[in-house]
């Protein structure tokens, strides 16, 4: 297709109107073109395959946007808009048909290997270790991290990328003026210093409407060959965006969690339903289609197991290190599994936490700290 | 013909001299008070002239004037009735007064049939009457053990028929006057805490228990977080019963404080204070205040413990009113009729959810609560507040139970734990050099840099500890304070790194907000 000026702004203003069917304003972009404006409504109508009523909404709606002065806000802000059938736009979008007409990006976008994590906005510490864990070693097998820059879940799986210098895309359900929540505006920053970008198809300061979220999540599995979902209830957002990626021929997988956790039933459903049940990085990387092993890429965890703790350490911190292996523990447990007393135990982690081996999370727990 | 009897007015819990002066004259039968008598000290008319008849006395048929010197300072309380009869039998002649007049300071409210009632603040005008040498003090009998713990002599009767009979012949019924020292059962005994709660019902919660112990030793305000239902407050209601026995200074200065306010004469308070104000309290009183500058929960809590649940829902004002006692140890309220200075020495101890919903790091269930949220949680107590707060522990659900069993801790009783505490506490008394309020809470920073000596491996783990967790001068206090503590309750001198490495344990509370 032809983007001229004129195109664009046609694209873009019909983009905006989010609330109609993504397929139904293809189509009167493709038979019409710029020539649009000057048809009645009837016609759209008829193209479309709308009602009466609606077409007319929509091309009142759609009018009444200002291309112009978008595209130039879009660009003092540094960012870019990508059109269907422009060569930047994501190649795993062109074949969907619910793609979005266009899509805001700012930061970096690339041809690249997408993974996305995807879970419950109000995880357990241990959703969120497994969020951070996958994203971190996905991040080292070369794959992007893509999520939906929410709370809990899609933040850690975005930090952990960026922690470990890794890329990771995050599509919002918001415009791109409007970050939400905005406490991550300084994740966000930071995703796109370290290569990645944001991205949105919702004009520039559309608000976190409710429907947006469905919306988006098309596109998070949309752009991945895979989706991995780590904690969510029965009724959430992880299932829409998996049953999306399953419709779209995405992989989906799941990590499984206590089963009398109501956040384990998204995960533990989608398993019984044939999702691949993922306990280490690896059965992920099985899945992962041939055309994306373009470079070699080696898996390089760094686990701390028995052999991998430093010999000089004494032996009743050994035996701490081996003792918390992947989990957060109390201080009780860990007493209790090491036998040790109580001062003997209280220097030891202290003297561990010092040495920069284990952190302590909320709560008096502590874990093993990971290193890249 | 003129009569003087000397007794005692408060204010606050200070006493000051107060003469009662009774003139009768001849006139249209009439009686009047003067001297700012509040609405107690004008009826005790009524209750004076009921007694004298009652107890067999005449009434002269003339004009009373009682004034009560000196004129400017406004009297409250019903403790004026005793003296006031007295005074009325001297000056109408039923009672001569040579042998006693300005030697012995009286007080004591009377019922309509003579009775002698129990009055509010003995034990300072006691005090008081010690200190400008009156000879002895005459009180109602449910007030003589506190007459008598400062040490003056002391006479007293059920009846004001008879201290009638005393003043009028000492010598036959004086045996009956002389009271044992109250503290001498008490110390003798050493009774430890009435307490039915003890620590030992306590299963598991290792940490809890021993900061709560630590708090105990070193009198160290404490924090404990953990989601709702744990035994935050089960915890923290077992802290008075390891606590150690008060010293004798410590106790005059309690019951001279409740006395003042509670009229029950219920003796020498030998138990520390237990407060628990709701977390609806009002400022006033919490600190103290109102138009008569009452004492407040501060200082009903001196000595003892204040326990604030769910701390984070108190006034946000109501709290930072806490500041200037957390470090002077003391309150100073001023209103319009009077300034007055209580003291308020307590342990704090504070419980709260780790977040609005509770449930922060619980191995299990979710927490809802945004970050945001967790924020502005947190930021309803302000930074200087924490400061002066050395203990922050958080209590976690556990399984495991057994651990305390197998490692002989936590199973221990509130009795044993008390034990150690007192000797820890009695090195500290040493190491200051006074018996009252010797505590490591209490050190200021000059006897930190004498008290607090470091072993050169501490001092480096402290330097290390200081860099990585971005420790603050005062935040190197609180540490080098509560390592202090835990030193003294091992019996140890220097303070060695294993004593700095357990006090960075309870830092929970700047561990959650670091981790935001």
Not at chain 2, 234 to 256: A, D, F, H, K, Q
Not at chain 2, 263 to 282: D, M, T
Not at chain 2, 470 to 499: F, M, P, Q, Y
Request: some cysteine; glycine content about 8%; charged content about 25%.
């Amino acid at each position: 297709m032809d983007f001229s000026n004129e195109m664009t702004e046609t694209a873009l203003k019909l983009n905006s109107a989010f609330n109609f069917s993504p397929e139904a304003r293809r189509k009167l972009l493709k038979e019409l073109g710029t020539s649009l404006w000057a048809k009645p409504a009837e016609i759209w109508a008829e193209v479309a395959g709308l009602s009466y009523a609606s077409a007319g909404k929509l091309k009142e709606e759609t009018s009444s946007f200002d291309a112009v002065k978008e595209l130039e806000r879009v660009r003092l802000m540094g960012a870019r808009v990508l059109f269907d059938g422009e060569k930047d736009y994501p190649e795993t979008l062109k074949s969907l048909p619910h793609a979005p007409l266009a899509i805001y990006v700012l930061g970096e976008i690339h041809e690249a290997n997408s993974l996305a994590i995807v879970g419950t906005r109000c995880p357990t510490p241990y959703g969120r270790r497994m969020a951070s864990r996958f994203s971190r070693e996905g991040v080292s097998s070369g794959l992007t991290i893509v999520s939906g820059l929410a709370r809990g879940i899609d933040t850690e799986a975005h930090r952990a990328a960026v922690e470990n210098k890794g890329k990771t895309w995050a599509v919002l359900g918001s415009g791109l003026l409007n970050l939400y929540p905005a406490e991550n505006k300084k994740l966000s920053d930071q995703i796109i210093e370290n290569g990645g970008c944001l991205m949105s198809e919702f004009p520039l300061e559309s608000k976190p409407w409710p429907a947006c979220f469905p919306m988006r999540n098309r596109i998070i599995s949309g752009l991945s060959w895979g989706v991995l979902v780590v904690e969510g209830k029965e009724k959430s957002g992880s299932l829409i965006t998996a049953r999306i990626a399953a419709e779209q021929g995405r992989s989906v997988f799941a990590v499984p969690g206590p089963v009398d956790s109501p956040l384990s039933e998204a995960p533990h459903l989608l398993i019984s339903q044939g999702a691949k049940l993922v306990t280490r990085f690896d059965d992920v990387l099985e899945e992962m289609p041939p055309s994306c092993f373009k470079e070699e890429t080696q898996v390089s965890e760094r686990s701390l197991f028995a052999s991998d703790i430093p010999r000089a350490l004494s032996l009743s911190k050994r035996k701490i290190l081996q003792f918390i292996g992947s989990q957060a523990l109390g201080f009780e447990e860990i007493g209790l599994g090491c036998g040790l007393d109580f001062s003997t135990l209280s220097s030891d982690l202290f003297e561990l936490e010092m040495d920069g081996l284990i952190i302590s999370e909320p709560g008096q727990r502590y874990a093993i700290k990971k290193r890249n | 013909m003129l009569a003087h009897v000397s007794s005692m007015g408060l204010c606050g819990i200070e006493s000051y001299p107060v003469l009662v002066e009774l003139d009768l004259s001849n006139g249209l039968p009439g009686y009047t008070t003067v001297g700012l008598p509040d609405d107690a000290v004008r009826e005790s008319r009524e209750r004076v002239i009921a007694a004298l008849r009652n107890c067999g006395f005449n009434l002269p048929q003339k004009k009373i004037t009682v004034n009560l010197a000196p004129g400017q300072s406004r009297k409250e309380g019903s403790h004026f009735d005793l003296p006031i009869a007295l005074a009325l039998l001297t000056a109408s002649g039923q009672i001569t007064s040579e042998s006693w007049e300005g030697k012995y300071c009286c007080i004591g409210e009377l019922a309509l049939d003579g009775t002698l009632r129990p009055v509010r603040g003995t034990l300072s005008m006691a005090m008081r009457a010690r200190q400008d040498g009156f000879k002895a003090m005459i009180v109602p009998k449910a007030n003589a053990a506190e007459a008598r713990a400062v040490g003056i002599e002391v006479v007293t009767g059920e009846t004001l028929r008879e201290i009638v009979d005393f003043l009028i012949s000492p010598q036959s019924s004086r045996r009956d006057f002389i009271f044992s020292d109250p503290f001498e059962d008490f110390f003798s005994a050493s009774k430890p805490g009435k307490s039915t709660e003890d620590m030992a019902e306590i299963k598991g919660q290792t940490l809890a228990k021993r900061a709560a112990e630590i708090s105990a030793a070193g009198a160290h305000n404490l924090i404990v977080m953990g989601p709702p239902g744990i035994g935050k407050s089960m915890l923290s209601r077992r802290l008075p019963g390891i606590l150690p026995p008060m010293s004798r200074g410590e106790i005059l200065e309690v019951t001279r404080i409740h006395s003042a306010r509670s009229k029950e004469g219920s003796g020498l308070i030998f138990q520390r204070p237990f407060r628990a104000p709701h977390h609806s309290a009002s400022l006033v009183s919490l600190v103290g205040g109102g138009p008569a500058a009452k004492p407040g929960e501060v200082s009903l809590a001196h000595g003892g413990v204040l326990f604030l649940d769910e701390v984070l829902e108190f006034n946000r004002a109501t709290l930072e009113a806490l500041r200037q006692p957390l470090s002077d140890f003391k309150i100073t309220i001023s209103r319009a009729k009077d300034c007055v200075e209580y003291p308020a020495r307590f342990i704090l101890v504070a419980a709260l959810n780790p977040c609005p919903c509770g449930f922060r790091g619980h191995p299990t269930k979710p927490c809802i609560c945004s970050p945001k949220a967790v924020l502005s949680y947190f930021s309803r107590v302000s930074g200087p507040l924490l400061d002066r707060i050395d203990l922050q522990v958080e209590m976690f659900p556990l399984d495991f139970s057994d651990w305390a069993v197998q490692t002989n801790m936590g199973s221990e009783s509130s009795a044993e734990i008390r034990k150690r505490v007192a000797r820890a506490r009695f090195k500290q008394q040493e190491r200051m050099g006074r018996e009252d309020f010797a505590a490591n809470a209490y050190l200021t920073p000059q006897e930190i840099k004498r008290h607090c000596v470091l072993s050169s491996s501490a001092m480096d783990a402290l330097r290390q500890a200081a860099q990585k967790f971005d420790l603050s001068a005062r935040g190197l206090d609180r540490i080098l304070k509560v390592s202090r503590t835990i030193a003294d309750l091992e019996d140890s001198n220097s303070i060695e790194t294993r004593h700095i490495a357990e006090a960075m344990n309870y830092r929970a509370l700047d561990k959650a907000r670091n981790s935001l």
